[in-house]
């Protein structure tokens, strides 16, 4: 079975300040690979993709970029984090061959 | 446009009571249907697949009932604990390959079991 690992935990970062958010997958190859973003009271909310290495395709437009530099591997970055990018952001990753996807831990962001 | 509602928005039983949460999808095609429980702070964790073939499959205290013709699922939990208190997570999927529309989440039904 899959373990996806997404670190850190938790994270409190000043406004305007950068964003690296690392999500590792073991257990699987080729997985496509997703980051979400979900606020208080609200479902999932798709941000990016990737269905291999240096693949990236961004569902929503905003101040977040995503890069896959790994088989494994999905980071999510920000040059310069806004207020509105508070929220609990979750790595999900998916088994093509059982069509089963699994999820991260999570990292709650706060930005202040 | 592909949609799923859950219901209800909250949900507050006593332990030991059942409850049946529901799911509706306007998913097209469909692939499978997945219900997760997300603890709070947590990451979502898989309770049950369906695939069109399926109409029912259970884990545990946890049964999950498709009805492919009218689009619904439901959840239902028997002999509820504490420690089903969580949110509940219907996800629908077209069997896109995994991409953009490959999933639609239902936005969650909020279990509270109180003693």
């Known amino acids: 079975s899959q373990t996806i690992h997404q670190w850190p935990a938790t994270l409190v970062q000043p406004v305007g300040s950068p964003l690296s958010l690392e999500c590792t997958v073991e257990?699987?190859?080729?997985?496509?690979l997703y980051w979400y973003r979900q606020a208080a009271g609200r479902g999932l909310q798709l941000l990016f993709y990737?269905?291999?290495?240096?693949?990236i395709s961004s569902e929503v437009p905003q101040n977040l970029s995503a890069s896959r530099p790994q088989d494994r591997q999905f980071i999510l970055s920000s040059k310069k984090l806004l207020l509105s990018d508070s929220g609990f952001y979750l790595c999900?990753?998916?088994?093509?061959?059982?069509?089963?996807?699994?999820f991260g831990p999570g990292t709650r962001l706060t930005v202040l | 446009k592909n949609q799923v509602e859950q219901s209800p928005q909250s949900l507050i039983i006593l332990e030991g009571k059942n409850c049946t949460l529901q799911?509706?999808?306007?998913?097209?095609?469909?692939?499978?249907l997945r219900w997760y429980k997300q603890d709070t702070g947590r990451g979502p964790v898989s309770l049950t697949i369906?695939?069109?073939?399926?109409n029912t499959k259970s884990n545990g205290r946890y049964t999950a009932t498709l009805d492919a013709d009218t689009k619904q699922s439901s959840l239902h939990i028997t002999a509820s604990q504490l420690s089903d208190s969580a949110s509940y997570i219907c996800?629908?999927?077209?069997?896109?390959?995994?991409?953009?529309?490959?999933?639609?989440f239902g936005k969650g039904t909020h279990l509270i079991i109180q003693p």
């Open positions: 996800v629908v999927s077209a069997g896109s390959g995994g991409g953009a529309d490959g999933l639609t």
């Open positions: 799911c509706n999808y306007t998913v097209s095609p469909f692939s499978n």
């Open positions: 257990g699987t190859s080729n997985p496509n």
């Open positions: 369906m695939t069109f073939s399926e």
């Open positions: 990737s269905v291999g290495i240096g693949q």
């Open positions: 999900g990753a998916l088994a093509t061959s059982t069509d089963t996807q699994y």
